[in-house]
Structures are given as C-alpha cells and as structure tokens.
C-alpha cells in the first residue's frame, strides 16, 4: 500500500494559502481577513507536519512546532476576536476601512 507523496501536502498547502492570502489582501471585512489569516497558519501547519515525515531526517519536529503554532494562532484569534468586538461596540463596523483613526 502507497501513501500519499509529498508534492500533495504541498499542493494542499499551497492553495491553502493563496487562498488566505487572496482573502487578507482584498476582502474588507474583518472577520473575513481573520479566517483568511487562519488559513495561511493552516497551510503552514500542513508544511511543517509533511516535511516532519518526508523531510531527510524524519523526525517529530516538525509536528511539535505544529502544536506550537496551532496554540498560537488560537491565541491570535481570541485576542483578534476580542478586539473585533471592542471595535465593534464603539463603531458599529467590521469593515477594516473605517478603522483606519484611533479617534472614538
């Protein structure tokens, strides 16, 4: 039985992340450029585990930083999140042009 080669978890990875970044680059909402944000740490995510088993030296590196980043980026969400929300409240927008001021 054959297992799935390398140049599939990258081609994942890759559309994975042109999608993310196609969304961060040209949406306007915000919660759409933080899923966008998302995916891009996913493809990463897929890179580090696919090159942790198929790399030279097939170690557990690689899905170790992968649990590291996975924690980070639910950190980012939740404080991105949160401050969506405080933005939010005061300026009854999610749309990332009218955040351009600090001014309330």
């Given amino acids: 039985m054959t297992g799935v080669p390398v140049s599939a978890y990258l081609a994942l990875a890759l559309i994975l992340f042109c999608i993310g970044l196609y969304g961060a680059l040209t949406k306007r909402n915000t919660v759409i450029v933080l899923i966008s944000i998302e995916l891009m740490l996913n493809a990463v995510n897929i890179n580090l585990v696919a090159f942790s ?10 899905q ?3 649990l ?12 991105g999140l949160a401050i969506l929300i ?5 300026r009854r927008t999610v749309n990332i042009d009218e955040m351009d001021t600090m001014k309330h």
Avoid at 68 to 77: L, P, R, S, T
Avoid at 86 to 90: I, T
């Fill in 68 to 79: 590291f980043a996975i924690a980070v980026a639910a950190a980012e969400a939740a404080v």
């Fill in 53 to 62: 088993k198929y790399g030279m030296v097939p170690s557990i590196t690689g």
């Fill in 64 to 66: 170790v930083f992968a």
């Fill in 86 to 90: 405080s933005l939010y409240r005061s």
